[in-house]
């Protein structure tokens, strides 16, 4: 789950990071007292869950509560990436004497937190690598033992950092380390972390929290939905509150699989015989009779689905639940569109049996079943 | 590293659900050791006439069992881990989906601490075919051969078993990796285990996008590591960019992850790659006769 900046910046405020002043605005006039409130020159930004925000004019300075409410007014009234603007922060304009990037990371090789941490902030950290690898600095942080000062000061110090401003630096590593640990982050960033004269201020603020660890997180599982916002499309958004695990593609073949692996694999089968995907849905495992209709009926509903290829392999999944739960959609929806079925596994006989008698045909092989899907698609 | 034969005795945590007590059922008949059950608070009752305990420890101590599998919920999977490891459980097979990786990062970690064989989590298990499993895989698909497999995926890891024993070679040892971003069993340890087993002749190995495990597998294959036959299935090619493909760990982040890139790696390390699942039993079948 991703957090919106303003979101993310009050987690790192409750763990003392040091940010600058900022009040959080829905409204031009909103902007407008909050800027007379900072009482300073303000950047007004968008609250948006993509990057890229700079880039599309969503980030405007304004020197007065006027120019705010108007930079406001703008931005309020833009689509960022196709995503509306609801809310923008408007937070105090900093002298930048210098950019730090700093990040943790769940490290997947690892298999730990690892920080990161670069003197060239500003840009972001795939650039960073690109351009300059040897300006990152990584840390992977034994799990064991935890991120102490030490591990801190030493990372601080690997930027070029001495005496006081080492310090200061070596306690916000610490601090954003265990915003990571507390909330279960996949990753946290402050990019950049501005150098002032007097110290360092998180300007930006990201935190991806683990969607696994909701359950700890109780107090973000009501903004769950509405933060897939800018990663998810609609029909996506539709899956998701459905509890469906769909991810939404070009193509006109609808894809039914169990496992995630497997469905990929059906997904790469019908595209090596020239057919497109529509979609990739995995059922997970042991799907009852009624999630599989829901599931083939979502997919069946689809204008843009030419043909449906449901591929079970039954372990927990029984075949005959799959037939059933095909046969409920089919008779919602009626026989609207070619549905191809290969199935394999527990209950195999009695769920082709079923599937047979309503009229529907079953092949034993994906191969088979991907090319007469792909056929079927077109047409044919 | 510690896998199974037919003289494993396991003790299954979370042995009264309704997943532990069915797969308890499924590794009876396919001949596994379950010699005890823990579920807290249902010490003393039995399951299918699976004594049960409220703790491992005490499992041990009365059944003798030495290898756990965990059903456990997510929100306890890592206090049963923890538990299985102290009282010496080895390996421990974690089936639980939906961990925090956050949970997973301890769990690892103290695994490498105390020399623990840790399969997943998320993952089908492990098995030795025609003795003994540890999972949750269909128990028909498999049949005592030469194949090793190593898969993060569960249900296309039996799609490509049931290949291998179509084509009459059958396996040897099959392993579950899990379909995590981190989990403790990887390729490579796989990799060396099955250069040294002598009923192993030739291995599938079955991968997907998401992180660099493959690569890095390939790059010891490469480096003579790993002798014997290889052959791989890389599923995600028709993957979308950013978009979790229903594993939390099936994700192409930025350039990582992709599947060409390892698909290039493991054909750099003269692995046979099928193009589609199939292909895969047929490669090995060709190279091991």
């Known amino acids: 789950m991703k957090l919106l900046e303003y979101e993310a910046k009050d987690v790192f405020r409750r763990y003392g990071i040091p940010l600058g002043l900022s009040v959080i605005a829905a409204k031009p006039e909103e902007a407008r007292d909050a800027s007379m409130m900072i009482g300073k020159p303000v950047v007004v930004k968008a609250q948006v869950g993509v990057g890229g925000r700079g880039k599309a004019g969503g980030i405007k300075p304004a020197d007065t509560p006027a120019e705010a409410e108007e930079a406001a007014r703008q931005i309020l009234a833009m689509r960022i990436k196709d995503l509306p603007v609801r809310k923008v922060l408007v937070e105090e304009r900093l002298t930048i004497q210098h950019e730090v990037y700093l990040g943790v990371i769940v490290d997947r090789t690892a298999k730990c937190y690892t920080v990161l941490a670069s003197i060239e902030g500003g840009m972001n950290i795939e650039d960073i690598a690109a351009k300059s690898p040897e300006k990152i600095v990584r840390y992977s942080v034994d799990p064991l033992t935890g991120l102490r000062s030490y591990h801190a000061i030493s990372i601080a110090k690997s930027l070029g950092y001495t005496g006081k401003k080492m310090q200061q630096l070596s306690d916000i590593i610490q601090r954003l380390n265990r915003v990571s640990y507390e909330m279960d982050a996949e990753l946290t960033e402050i990019n950049p972390l501005i150098e002032t004269a007097e110290g360092f201020i998180a300007a930006d603020a990201r935190l991806n929290v683990d969607n696994n660890a909701l359950y700890r997180h109780k107090e973000l599982e009501a903004k769950f939905l509405e933060s897939f916002e800018g990663e998810l499309t609609p029909r996506e958004m539709e899956a998701r509150a459905m509890d469906l695990i769909y991810v939404e593609m070009n193509g006109d073949i609808g894809i039914i699989g169990n496992g995630a692996g497997l469905t990929m694999a059906t997904l790469d089968t019908v595209m090596l015989y020239g057919g497109r995907a529509r979609d990739f849905l995995d059922l997970g495992g042991g799907a009852s009779p009624d999630r599989i209709g829901k599931a083939v009926e979502f997919i069946l509903r689809d204008s843009r689905v030419k043909a449906l290829f449901v591929n079970v392999l039954g372990g927990i999944t029984r075949c005959d639940d799959t037939a059933i739960g095909i046969i409920k959609a089919r008779k919602e929806l009626g026989d609207n569109k070619p549905v191809i079925v290969r199935m394999m596994g527990t209950n195999e006989e009695e769920g082709k049996r079923l599937l047979h008698s309503a009229g529907i045909e079953t092949d034993d092989t994906m191969e088979e079943a991907a090319q007469k899907a792909v056929k079927l698609a077109r047409g044919v | ?289």
């Open chain 2, 1 to 289: 590293m510690k896998l199974i034969n037919k003289d494993t005795k396991v003790v299954v945590q979370g042995i009264t659900g309704t997943q532990g007590r069915f797969h308890t059922a499924r590794m009876r008949e396919y001949g596994t050791k379950v010699l005890a059950g823990v579920t807290p608070g249902r010490g003393g009752q039995d399951v299918d006439g699976t004594p049960v305990y409220d703790t491992v420890a005490e499992a041990k101590e009365r059944s003798g069992c030495d290898a756990s599998i965990i059903f456990v919920p997510a929100p306890g999977a890592l206090d049963a881990a923890l538990e299985a490891m102290e009282a010496g459980m080895d390996p421990v097979v974690v089936i639980t989906e939906g961990i925090p990786v956050r949970d997973t990062i301890e769990l690892v970690a103290r695994a490498k601490q105390t020399g623990t064989t840790v399969v997943g989590p998320n993952t089908p298990g492990l098995i030795k075919a025609g003795e003994s499993k540890i999972g949750i895989m269909p128990n028909q698909v498999f049949k005592a051969g030469s194949v090793g497999i190593i898969s993060r995926s569960g249900t296309l890891f039996y799609e490509i078993a049931a290949h291998v024993t179509n084509q009459g070679l059958g396996e040897s040892t099959c392993v579950g990796l899990g379909g995590d971003p981190i989990v403790g069993l990887d390729y490579i340890e796989l990799l060396k285990w099955f250069e040294r087993d002598p009923e192993t002749r030739g291995v599938a190995l079955i991968g997907e996008i998401g992180g660099n495990a493959e690569e890095k597998a390939a790059d010891f294959i490469a480096s003579g590591g790993f002798t014997k036959p290889v052959a791989a299935y890389i599923a995600g090619r028709a993957a979308v960019p950013g978009k979790r493909m229903g594993h939390a760990g099936a994700i192409i982040q930025g350039s990582t992850g992709s599947a060409d890139s390892k698909i290039n790696a493991l054909r750099g390390a003269s692995a046979a790659i099928g193009e589609q699942p199939v292909d895969v039993a047929k490669a090995l079948k060709k190279a091991l006769g």
